[in-house]
């Protein structure tokens, strides 16, 4: 039974470029949530995604965007990169109607230069 | 205000002997639930144990268990028998009320020694 999974695992792109990442959850789960670690710190809530909406969102700016297709598969996008956009960007998925079952995929770690 | 504490940026510890990473944590919510996870250096979040803020008994599971003392605002995490395997960073969370998101401590790093 395949876990989350998260592309591409590592990537670096130039300050004002755009780049999209991708999640897709766990075999039964339809909701996907993003979140940004940068080094040394926890993780940072972004968005979550159910039922192809977004159902809430955390403290970032509208640079960061993000989609939810009918597979439940997620992609996360973000315009005009900032060196301090640099971090480890996790994927969890879990089952629509919440509970504790959150399952996380390795990250993509973004290096912006 | 910091909704989750932990107080601890680094642990050593001896290989088979137990550890406590504390955490605390911040809420006026009644309905909450508190998360422990576990960071290797390849990245992925690994889910340890849960505990629900109506749960009268600490939650357990195999070698970790979970120190709830409510009216602290406590959540600490218990791993009997260290192993090598154990080294990692550990992470505190809460999820309150009809929030979808985890609110995140800064982590403990952990370190088994052989």
């Known amino acids: 039974d395949a876990g989350v999974t998260q592309s591409p695992t590592h990537l670096i792109k130039t300050r004002g470029q755009q780049v999209t990442l991708r999640c897709s959850p766990k075999?039964?789960?339809?909701?996907v949530s993003w979140y940004q670690q940068a080094l040394g710190q926890g993780p940072q809530f972004i968005f979550q995604?159910?039922?192809?909406?977004?159902?809430q969102r955390g403290n970032f700016p509208d640079r960061f965007s993000g989609h939810q297709f009918p597979n439940y598969s997620s992609e996360l996008n973000v315009n005009a990169l900032l060196l301090g956009d640099s971090a480890l960007y996790l994927c969890?998925?879990?089952?629509?109607?919440?509970?504790?079952?959150?399952?996380f995929g390795s990250g993509t770690r973004l290096t912006v230069v | 205000a910091q909704k989750i504490t932990q107080t601890q940026p680094g642990m050593f510890v001896q290989e088979k002997e137990a550890v406590t990473l504390d955490c605390t944590y911040d809420?006026?919510?009644?309905?909450?639930?508190l998360f422990w996870y576990k960071q290797p250096s390849s990245g992925e979040m690994i889910f340890l144990i849960y505990q629900g803020s109506y749960d009268e008994q600490n939650a357990t599971e195999g070698r970790y268990s979970l120190n709830f003392q409510k009216a602290r605002k406590s959540a600490n995490l218990v791993i009997s028998a260290s192993q090598l395997g154990d080294s990692a960073m550990y992470f505190c969370a809460m999820r309150e009320g009809r929030n979808y998101q985890l609110i995140w401590g800064a982590g403990t790093k952990l370190i088994i020694k052989p």
């Open positions: 969890a998925s879990s089952p629509g109607t919440g509970g504790y079952g959150y399952t």
């Open positions: 809420t006026s919510d009644q309905s909450y639930g």
């Open positions: 995604y159910y039922e192809e909406e977004e159902r």
């Open positions: 075999s039964g789960h339809d909701t």
